[in-house]
């Protein structure tokens, strides 16, 4: 938990300036509750003796008073911006990590669970500010009761020690024992969070299957884990709380025990008396601090996930800039997941198709092609520079990439076709949508390109056409289209196709293709096998194959696996029956949506 802790603190020290008021109003708090029974005591023996100091301390009790609650009011305002402050800068920094990382971390941990991660953990980790600050000031009227006691009586103070020590034994061992149960309750709850996203992404076939009954009880099958661990850490609580409740008590008596023979003795006055009393009071409080404890256990272990997403490394850009070229795309020895010592080059300006049955790594090669998947072994070059050389904005002027089913990202039309090229100017804008055959219906829509999205409601042809704009606007070396004109009519995928080979045909174009009239427009095929290159020939020399015919003769294919090899998720099966809902496309389309934006 060293790494969970640090994290923690980080966090406690973004909280801003606000952290600085809960400290100064949770000590100034402190200590005039510290100096309140000493106060008291003067002031019961002014008004015992009723003589004119009574009424000055009297007036001395009633500003302390003051000033504790004025501290009370201004704590808890403070408590809630240092909270959101440090909540945000905790999203932030993971938010930025979790884009940077690309699809890998999509491919690790679902996307139900990140969210949960990185709303609920979050949140609870930003709590921490209050937790370890007005927690840590228990300390300041405990100290300072002990010492108070020290000066009244020493033998008052070496009993109040000794009822201390076992309450800090009892808040320690609740400490662990709730960090470790709260991280149960927390992967559960992720577990939960992830079921439903999956259900939600395949809706469609959830109700056309008429399975809604059956699909509730799988997301909410850990319901069960969930109250079981919610009632161990209830139990912890108790049993810590009794703990602590009872030598509370037994404390207090004991030392008003030795305080009451001490008055007996006459070492102590009937004052001084009370003001142990109190000081007992404050002293044990640290008991108290059993529901602080309780937060910052969850903290910790809030923690504790989001330095797993951490962990998972950002994707490492160069510093290179492209040298000029023609967009020439080379593998060589390239393997990962299905694929295996792929040893291919495209030449520039070319149109390339890329063929072979389901599974056989199309989409994993169109995703090398781009680097959103860096290859176990060997090297992806762009105009002789290796991939992982170049830098960021490099990258992400020289590739566009569309997919099957795009996610459109931004506030407005525009944004959605302009993401990641900064400031772009709106005819660049209508050029790229104009090539895409999208110019048409997005001009039709109520506010045209600063239509926001949310109010611009587009069919998946109309969606693939923004996609493939998108694409258009960033690729200026290398175009991939993961089968990308899949939902279009054949007359608006012709217009597109005539727009590849005319006013993009200076651009290398890599094409996952699934129908015959695709491929037949590429200059070139690249027919996969079992994650290897069968064939790469024209697709008139390669037709007189009756295995290659049949790749296009065999049914719709499934979505290819990127990666390990595997569709991951309902989301992904919803997608491999066809069914329009979110697949491995639309985590591609998202990862390099976020890596790309603002980095160009």
């Known amino acids: ?73 201004v704590g808890v305002r403070a408590s809630g911006e240092s909270g959101a402050r440090a909540t945000r800068w905790l999203r932030v920094r993971i938010l930025r990590h979790v884009l940077g990382a690309g699809p890998a971390m999509t491919r690790r941990f679902p996307e139900g669970d990140l969210v949960t991660r990185l709303g609920v953990n979050a949140e609870e980790i930003g709590r921490a500010p209050e937790s370890v600050v007005t927690g840590a000031t228990l300390v300041v009227p405990t100290a300072g009761g002990v010492v108070a006691l020290v000066l009244i009586d020493p033998w008052l103070a070496l009993t109040l020690l000794a009822g201390l ?34 259900a939600l992404a395949g809706a ?32 912890a609580n108790a049993r810590a709380g009794v703990r602590a409740g009872a030598v509370v008590p037994l404390l207090e008596v004991a030392v008003l025990g030795v305080g ?24 044990a409080g640290l008991g108290s601090a059993l529901g602080y404890v309780s937060r910052l256990a969850r903290a ?28 020439t795309l080379e593998l060589r020895g390239v393997t990962s997941g299905v694929l295996a010592g792929l040893d291919l080059v495209v030449p520039g300006g070319s149109s390339v198709a890329v063929v072979g049955r389901s599974g056989t790594g199309k989409s994993l090669l169109a995703a090398l092609a781009g680097r959103l998947v860096d290859p176990e072994r060997g ?15 490099a990258l992400g002027e020289a590739v566009g990439h569309a997919f099957e089913r795009p996610v459109l990202v931004g506030e407005t039309v525009a944004d959605a076709v302009g993401l990641g090229l900064g400031d772009p100017a709106p005819a660049a804008v209508r050029e790229a949508a104009r090539a895409a055959c999208a110019d048409a219906f997005v001009r039709r829509l109520p506010l045209g390109y600063g239509t926001p999205l949310r109010r611009a409601p587009m069919s998946g042809g109309e969606r693939q056409r923004i996609g493939l704009a998108r694409a258009f606007a960033h690729g200026e070396r290398l175009l991939v289209l993961d089968d990308a004109t899949s939902s279009l009519d054949t007359v608006t995928e012709r217009q597109v196709g005539r727009a590849l080979a005319g006013e993009l045909r200076g651009r ?43 790749v296009f003769q065999a049914a719709p294919p499934d979505e290819d696996t990127v990666g390990d090899g595997t569709v991951e998720g309902a989301a992904g099966n919803a997608a491999s029956r066809g069914d329009g809902e979110a697949s491995q496309a639309d985590a591609a389309s998202r990862a390099e949506a976020a890596v790309r934006a603002g980095k160009s």
């Open 300 to 327: 910790r272990a809030a923690a504790g996930r989001l330095v797993e997403v951490a962990a998972e490394p950002p994707v490492a850009y160069g510093d290179l800039p492209l040298p000029p070229g023609p967009g």
């Open 165 to 198: 020590a076992l309450i800090a034994l009892v808040l320690r061992a609740f400490l662990h024992t709730t960090t470790s149960l709260a991280g149960d309750y927390q992967r559960t709850q992720g577990d939960i969070a992830a079921r439903l996203v999956d």
């Open 260 to 283: 009451g023979l001490r008055l007996a003795a006459g070492d102590l006055t009937a004052g001084e008396l009370y003001a142990a009393a109190r000081y007992v009071v404050l002293g």
């Open 204 to 235: 469609r076939t959830i109700a056309a299957a008429g399975t809604e009954e059956r699909e509730r009880e799988r997301v909410l099958a850990p319901l069960p884990r969930l109250r079981l661990h919610a009632m161990e850490m209830w139990r």
């Open 1 to 73: 938990m060293r790494t969970a802790d640090q994290l923690v603190a980080r966090t406690v020290r973004h909280s801003g300036p606000w952290l600085g008021v809960l400290v100064l109003t949770s000590v100034t708090g402190a200590l005039a509750e510290l100096a309140l029974p000493f106060v008291l005591g003067r002031t019961v023996d002014g008004l015992v003796a009723a003589g004119p100091a009574g009424r000055t301390w009297l007036g001395v009790c009633a500003a302390v008073v003051t000033l504790i609650a004025v501290c009370d009011v």
């Open 508 to 550: 290398t174009r890599l094409i996952v293709a699934h129908r015959a009239a695709t491929a037949a427009a590429a200059d070139r095929v690249i027919w996969l096998d079992g994650g290897r290159v069968r064939a790469y020939d024209s697709h008139t020399a390669l037709w007189r194959d009756p295995a290659y015919r049949a």
């Open 379 to 393: 090297q992806v070059l762009l105009d002789g520079v290796p991939l992982p050389d170049l830098s960021s904005r």
